[in-house]
T-cell receptor, first 118, second 115 residues
């Protein structure tokens, strides 16, 4: 897990707060991902960045705003969240091929941020 | 669209016995299949993957999985379970014939190895 780090590990916030989750990968990868893991539900892909460009946004509410300033860092900005947004937020990275060709890449995950919205 | 099914929410096995965690998939192209494990308060750790080649794939910590195209299955196995194998296991699939498609995960199976 040291290849992908996430901070903070735990976060408690009120519905009116603004906070940010940070992810950093030390693997030299060119793609990064945000997932949401809620109890008793499958892992939900939220956002994908390939070569710093957002390529996937799975109907995520606008109260979640991603930012990828470079290929090693990924942020998830949070504002006016709801209690149902409480979950474990996981970041992952992988090395993908360019030009839209098929990728066999393996995703490597960080330890996650446990978010509680009061 | 691709999908993954893990039919068992929970699997219990005695230490030293063989274990199997089941996974079936559905994709329109070539399946790229993955197994991940998650320990409490940790992220997902990669165990093994099947892309092409030998149907039996060996991975970390003594785990292996067998790709069965006719049954569209990719069950995870270990000959002798350890108490430390107790964790949440996720199967995932990508459609290998459609560019860089996202991974789709199953709901997970909780493995409990009893001493």
């Amino acid at each position: 897990e040291t290849g992908v780090t996430q901070t903070p590990r735990h976060l408690v916030m009120g519905m009116t707060n603004k906070k940010s989750l940070k992810c950093e990968q030390h693997l030299g990868h060119n793609a990064m991902y945000w997932y949401k893991q809620s109890a008793k539900k499958p892992l939900e892909l939220m956002f994908v960045y390939n070569f710093k460009e957002q390529t996937e946004n799975n109907s995520v509410p606008s109260r979640f705003s991603p930012e990828c300033p470079n290929s090693s860092h990924l942020f998830l900005h949070l504002h006016t969240l709801q209690p149902e947004d409480s979950a474990l937020y996981l970041c992952a990275s992988s090395q993908v091929t360019s030009g839209g060709t098929t990728s066999t890449d393996t995703q490597y995950f960080g330890p996650g941020t446990r978010l509680t919205v009061l | 669209a691709q999908s993954v099914a893990q039919p068992e929410d929970q699997v219990n096995v005695a230490e030293g016995n063989p274990l199997t965690v089941k996974c079936t998939y559905s994709v329109s192209g070539n399946p790229y299949l993955f197994w991940y494990v998650q320990y409490p308060n940790r992220g997902l750790q990669f165990l093994l993957k099947y892309i092409t080649g030998d149907n039996l794939v060996k991975g970390s910590y003594g785990f292996e999985a067998e790709f069965n195209k006719s049954q569209t299955s990719f069950h995870l196995k270990k000959p002798s379970a350890l108490v430390s194998d107790s964790a949440l296991y996720f199967c995932a699939v990508r459609d290998g014939g459609r560019g860089n498609t996202p991974l789709v995960f199953g709901k997970g199976t909780r493995l409990s190895v009893i001493a």
